[in-house]
């Protein structure tokens, strides 16, 4: 597994699937030239069986009817298709295919980023978000590591992986120095509730400062990619609507929030000095309100919050005057966005977010008939620091990812509630209810 981890990767490359594809295609095209295309009749079977599965179809006889190679070939081809486009029936199908190649060598790229291996590490695997991302990567064939310590991670979020040949799962502070060879590091280990992060500030501090110099010294070692999750919480109770990545932010550096707030800020800072310093390849994802299963019930996140009162018939609690506005977005759309951006040329921050905006009130409104309850939506004293409102500009992930959010409001919460639901009829440990990844995410439903 080493040995692998440590060559295997320097000559994937020859095993990608397109540029295998395309080192086949030009030694048949060699072979031609060589023979005259007399000897080419063995190709028809092969080229007839690319074009059964969707993919597009040339046979040998086309193959050498229509030459490449040369200026003269290039205006016989072009004649060719310009005498179809004016209705003329001699090569009928020359400008489909070549409308064809074109779209292949415009895809070729994406598409070997999609069919390449890779050995990515996730810190912080076994939490909400981290789970989802180890199924994704997974049912796309790579061999996953996940790092944990299990302070708001659980087992159970990944144990239906535990003994596939491509999983492995590491009981790990980040904090401590790790030795490991991979070649793509998700780096998402820390607390990202309030509850969670203030119950101990110090540890969220070293967690996202400390933990983040490690995992960088850990890439340069080993030459990975890092994807930091940072937060929206960097741009704190911000005084531009929307936030765009340009935005500095509006931070309060000793309130409650801070070692949250400041630490990712500090993360992001050391992420680009060691690009500066020691040209690791890093990407930032500045990740806005994210739900959906394996939320933590009492992780005191305003979905989670109503959802568990709505379901349980109590009153659901709104703090401040319910007016404050926020941007969710289901985790299997953030999960497509933190993979795109990983796989991408872009090296900047960029926000990972669902623009479509509601009020708290709203939110309570829209899980309590979902809940299908009359509880009551009562409100106490807003949470000091608490920002007032909060929405991503995404202009830059549709144009550098061709990435925006799929999954509607509705149908997000209606499989958050369905595993809460789940969560509260657990009566014991063997009832768990452990939910199971499939090929098809939510973004199809």
């Not at 298709?81 to 895809?107: C, M, Q, R, T, Y």
């Not at 109503?306 to 109590?314: D, E, M, P, S």
Request: glycine letters at 6%; a neutral charge; aromatic letters at 8%.
């Amino acid at each position: 597994m080493v040995f692998l981890r440590t060559y295997g990767k320097k000559l994937k490359w020859l095993f990608n699937a397109p540029v295998m594809i395309l080192l086949s295609v030009a030694f048949c095209f060699a072979v031609l030239k060589w023979h005259g295309g007399a000897d080419s009749a063995w190709l028809n079977d092969y080229s007839n069986s690319l074009g059964a599965d969707g993919g597009f179809s040339v046979s040998a006889k086309r193959i050498e009817e229509t030459p490449f190679f040369d200026e003269k070939s290039n205006l016989l081809f072009e004649e060719k298709s310009k005498n179809f486009k004016e209705g003329n029936k001699i090569e009928p199908d020359v400008a489909e295919i070549l409308d064809k190649i074109n779209h292949l060598e415009k895809k070729i790229k994406n598409l070997e980023a999609r069919t390449v291996k890779t050995y990515p590490d996730i810190t912080g695997g076994a939490g909400f978000v981290g789970s989802h991302l180890v199924d994704r990567l997974l049912l796309e064939g790579h061999e996953v590591m996940v790092v944990d310590n299990f302070f708001t991670g659980r087992k159970r979020n990944v144990e239906h992986w535990i003994g596939h040949e491509n999983f492995e799962l590491i009981n790990h502070d980040i904090v401590n120095p790790i030795f490991i060879e991979v070649d793509q590091i998700y780096h998402l280990a820390s607390p990202a509730s309030p509850p969670h992060y203030m119950y101990n500030p110090v540890k969220t501090i070293k967690t996202n400062t400390v933990g983040t110099i490690n995992i960088l010294g850990l890439a340069k070692r080993v030459g990975a990619r890092v994807l930091i999750a940072s937060t929206s919480e960097v741009y704190g109770d911000p005084e531009i609507h929307p936030q765009p990545e340009s935005y500095w932010g509006h931070v309060n550096p000793i309130g409650p929030r801070a070692c949250y707030d400041e630490a990712k800020r500090v993360a992001e800072t050391l992420a680009y000095a060691y690009e500066k310093q020691e040209n690791i390849e890093v990407r930032v994802a500045r990740i806005f309100n994210t739900y959906g299963p394996r939320m933590h019930m009492d992780d005191g996140r305003v979905v989670s919050n109503f959802v568990l009162q709505a379901l349980q018939g109590k009153d659901i609690t709104v703090y401040g005057h319910g007016k404050q506005t926020r941007s969710f977005q289901y985790v299997t759309d953030l999960v497509d966005g933190l993979i795109r951006l990983m796989n991408s040329n872009h090296s900047l921050p960029v926000n990972l977010g669902n623009p479509d905006e509601h009020t708290i009130d709203e939110f309570a409104i829209i899980i309590n008939n979902l809940v299908n309850k009359n509880s009551k939506i009562v409100h106490k004293p807003a949470v000091e620091d608490d920002p007032q409102k909060r929405k991503p500009d995404i202009t830059k992930a549709k144009n550098i990812l061709g990435w925006e959010p799929k999954v509607l409001l509705k149908i997000g919460l209606e499989e958050t509630i369905k595993y809460f639901r789940g969560e509260l009829q657990r009566t014991k440990h063997t009832e768990r209810n452990v939910q199971k990844p499939t090929l098809h995410s939510i973004n199809e439903i």
